[in-house]
């Protein structure tokens, strides 16, 4: 008797865990699957794990019908992660002018001190609704097979030729470059410093965005510059490339059914827990039309449903790669290598 009264109370346990495990929505006039994934997840980006779990009876995630009615999958819940200060798409981070002070001493002179209490401390505000700003673009980086992108390297740090030949050189400091005139250099050019960095598979190397500086006096053969953005230490021996801005997009992506799918093929940074503003890079580019500004959500398959794991917007975009910020891990850690993506966001939709 009480191992029947065991077995019944197991199966009714069972029952509430699976019960609790989803939702359940009836279509009425006017709902669209983004509206509904907005509702239950606060999320319209979402709306593939709801389209998934009923794709039974959606033959087109565009159209939905009043009187359909939709089981709703629980997800994660979202995890939110304070920037740290030297990385760049952020929108506001504040304080007092003692933090600002205490920070710009390890922020490699990126901020200024002396302002008021409670001032922005740092900020890339996305200035007319641009979807991202270009410090976060250039950061990025990018994957290319090109390999002749570079004209010239950093030689030496001027300021302290002779203390410290050949260090690492950071924001505000002089470097010497190893071309001049003879080579097209002119005072007042701008070129990006950068560094190969790993080789994806047949994609091409990773191009790892270091800074930008600008010639101060143009010799022959030799030049001086002046660093004036640094994301990271610089190098004797990085090398440089053209500097062209990158392009920008103004609004908010809107949700999208354009059926576009793919995978994350590296990370920029070796890392074991992937975090909130994590720089990826996609098997997708032109050749695949995405765009600048591109929201994907990260996904897995697991018993014929999605698990959202984590959401990308793209900031560069190449012939069959894309780079790009994680903005979202939904909670988990699991973003790795390999992970499938889908399109679910595009600026004006």
Not at 21 to 35: A, I, R, Y
Not at 105 to 130: C, H, N, P, Q
Not at 207 to 220: H, N, P, Q, S, Y
Not at 276 to 294: C, E, K, M, R, W
Request: one cysteine or more; proline letters at 4%.
């Amino acid at each position: 008797m009480k191992r029947f009264i065991f077995i019944i109370s197991v199966l009714l346990t069972t029952s509430i865990i699976l019960v609790a495990q989803f939702k359940k929505h009836t279509v009425v006039k006017g709902d669209c699957l983004w509206d509904i994934s907005g509702y239950y997840y606060n999320d319209p980006f979402l709306w593939p794990v709801i389209y998934k779990a009923n794709e039974d009876s959606i033959a087109d995630p565009h159209w939905i019908y009043p009187g359909e009615v939709f089981v709703i999958p629980n997800v994660p819940e979202e995890q939110t992660t304070t920037m740290p200060i030297e990385e760049g798409i952020v929108k506001e981070i504040r304080g007092t002018k003692g933090e600002l002070q205490e920070e710009s001493r390890g922020a490699r002179g990126a901020m200024e001190t002396g302002r008021e209490e409670d001032e922005i401390l740092f900020s890339v505000v996305k200035a007319e609704d641009y979807a991202f700003t270009k410090k976060a673009a250039l950061q990025a980086g990018f994957i290319t097979k090109d390999a002749n992108i570079n004209i010239g390297s950093v030689s030496n740090s001027i300021q302290t030729i002779k203390e410290l030949k050949g260090s690492p050189t950071t924001l505000g400091d002089k470097v010497e470059i190893n071309r001049g005139t003879s080579d097209g250099i002119n005072v007042d050019d701008i070129y990006v410093i950068f560094r190969w960095d790993s080789r994806v598979g047949r994609f091409g190397k990773i191009v790892r965005v270091k800074g930008i500086l600008k010639i101060t006096e143009a010799g022959e053969k030799l030049s001086e510059a002046q660093i004036i953005e640094a994301y990271e230490t610089i190098d004797k021996g990085d090398h440089l490339m053209e500097y062209n801005p990158p392009e920008l997009v103004i609004g908010n992506a809107i949700p999208t059914t354009l059926d576009l799918e793919g995978k994350i093929i590296a990370l920029k940074d070796k890392q074991d827990i992937i975090k909130p503003f994590s720089v990826i890079y996609i098997d997708l580019g032109t050749n695949s039309a995405v765009q600048l500004g591109d929201v994907f959500l990260i996904y897995k398959d697991k018993d014929d449903l999605i698990v959202p794991l984590g959401q990308i917007q793209i900031v560069d975009v190449r012939e069959e790669t894309s780079s790009g910020y994680i903005t979202s891990i939904m909670g988990n850690t699991e973003i790795s290598l390999g992970n499938k993506i889908k399109l679910v966001g595009r600026i004006g939709g």
